[in-house]
């Protein structure tokens, strides 16, 4: 099956997380059918001090002004050289990369937004920017990005996370088998492996410890037999899988209980060292709230550290 063309959009801002998040993205998504856009908001003002220019008290500042703009986009275009070299390093064609840099007339937030709107595919962002301490008091882009964008699949990257294993979180069936097609559509799918994640009520294996993690891939006795619980369906999810090219014996699956799902998630994610959480939208909210917005102990914001985390629609 001949699979689509991708187009992914990088907003990046010059910092070694945009750097990372920009190799993560080409180290995914396959080279030989994708198109890596690199992405800037350039947000200076060039007519910047020219309304009071002939006023001696700021002529004088002008020509630092200017050195100063002249620096920034120096070290800006720097960046974009390395990232579009870090890229074809991993066997991309040229053709396949590009540089974007557009001039700011609105927020960097609906600049991004209004570009992702050109027939992107996805949108793979650093977690923080430049200015950590902003995004700790303000929000950072990427918590603002998955708040607005329902449309396509937006990957936000911490540190520098593995590439060869994704744990697929699933809490409601529909969520779950569109993941599964989300990914199977992005992704060469057999190049990795992937683990079905589900914290149930139904404490169909119960986890103490990290070191008690094991996968299982028998058949789960689960005594809750609602909407609630998805156990049932897991066969189903891992027939999708394999539908989309992905071997038997690269597919796990876990069922554990616990009273919170993101810590339960992110244990697991932390005892088998899973660089990618695969996400619904309606579960990344708790995401947000206990991990990425700082909510959360400061032990399980550890556990976040060089994961990409994949909200999907």
Same mark, same amino acid.
């Given at each position: 099956?001949?699979? =689509?063309?991708?187009?992914?959009?990088?907003?990046?801002?010059?910092?070694? =997380?945009?750097?990372?998040? *920009?190799?993560?993205?080409?180290?995914?998504?396959? @080279?030989?059918?994708?198109?890596?856009?690199? %992405?800037?908001?350039?947000? =200076? @003002?060039?007519?910047?001090?020219? $309304?009071i220019s002939g006023n001696p008290l700021y002529d004088a500042q002008m &020509?630092?002004?200017? &050195?100063?703009?002249?620096?920034?986009?120096?070290?800006?275009?720097?960046?974009?050289?390395?990232? !579009? #070299?870090?890229?074809?390093?991993?066997?991309?064609?040229?053709?396949?990369?590009?540089?974007?840099?557009?001039?700011?007339?609105?927020?960097?937030?609906?600049? /991004? /937004?209004?570009? *992702?709107?050109?027939?992107?595919?996805?949108?793979?962002?650093?977690?923080?920017?430049?200015?950590?301490?902003?995004?700790?008091?303000?929000?950072?882009?990427?918590?603002?990005?998955?708040?607005?964008?329902?449309?396509?699949?937006?990957?936000?990257?911490?540190?520098?996370?593995?590439?060869?294993?994704?744990?697929? $979180?699933? #809490?409601?069936?529909?969520?779950?088998?569109?993941?599964?097609?989300?990914?199977? *559509?992005?992704?060469?799918?057999? @190049? %990795?492996?992937?683990? /079905?994640?589900?914290?149930?009520?139904?404490?169909?294996?119960?986890?103490?410890?990290?070191?008690?993690?094991?996968?299982?891939?028998?058949?789960?006795?689960?005594?809750?037999?609602?909407?609630?619980?998805?156990?049932?369906?897991?066969?189903?999810?891992?027939?999708?899988?394999?539908?989309?090219?992905?071997?038997?014996?690269?597919?796990?699956?876990?069922?554990?209980?616990?009273?919170?799902?993101?810590?339960?998630?992110?244990?697991?994610?932390?005892?088998?060292?899973?660089?990618?959480?695969?996400?619904?939208?309606?579960?990344?909210?708790?995401?947000?709230?206990?991990?990425?917005?700082?909510?959360?102990?400061?032990?399980?914001?550890?556990?976040?550290?060089?994961?990409?985390?994949?909200? !999907? @629609?």
């Amino acid at each position: 099956m001949v699979k =689509q063309k991708l187009k992914i959009l990088i907003p990046v801002d010059g910092s070694e =997380q945009a750097l990372h998040a *920009a190799v993560y993205a080409a180290k995914m998504f396959p @080279n030989d059918r994708s198109e890596m856009v690199l %992405f800037h908001v350039d947000a =200076q @003002n060039p007519d910047l001090g020219k $309304s009071i220019s002939g006023n001696p008290l700021y002529d004088a500042q002008m &020509k630092n002004i200017d &050195k100063w703009m002249a620096a920034d986009h120096k070290v800006m275009n720097q960046f974009m050289d390395k990232a !579009v #070299d870090r890229i074809l390093d991993l066997d991309y064609p040229e053709s396949a990369v590009s540089v974007k840099i557009k001039k700011k007339e609105d927020r960097v937030l609906d600049e /991004i /937004i209004r570009e *992702a709107r050109d027939e992107y595919d996805a949108v793979v962002v650093g977690k923080t920017g430049k200015s950590r301490l902003k995004d700790k008091f303000i929000g950072s882009l990427a918590i603002k990005l998955a708040g607005k964008m329902n449309l396509i699949p937006l990957i936000i990257v911490d540190g520098a996370p593995g590439t060869d294993k994704l744990l697929l $979180s699933v #809490d409601r069936r529909e969520e779950a088998f569109k993941s599964i097609y989300s990914i199977g *559509a992005l992704l060469d799918i057999q @190049n %990795f492996s992937i683990a /079905i994640c589900h914290v149930a009520r139904c404490a169909a294996k119960k986890i103490e410890s990290a070191d008690d993690f094991e996968y299982n891939s028998t058949e789960h006795d689960c005594p809750l037999r609602d909407v609630e619980c998805i156990c049932p369906s897991i066969g189903s999810m891992k027939e999708c899988l394999i539908d989309s090219g992905i071997l038997s014996s690269k597919i796990t699956d876990l069922v554990v209980s616990g009273a919170n799902p993101v810590s339960s998630t992110l244990e697991l994610t932390q005892a088998k060292q899973f660089g990618s959480i695969i996400v619904g939208r309606r579960a990344f909210v708790p995401f947000v709230e206990e991990v990425i917005s700082g909510r959360y102990s400061q032990k399980m914001l550890k556990k976040m550290e060089n994961v990409a985390l994949w909200v !999907v @629609n």
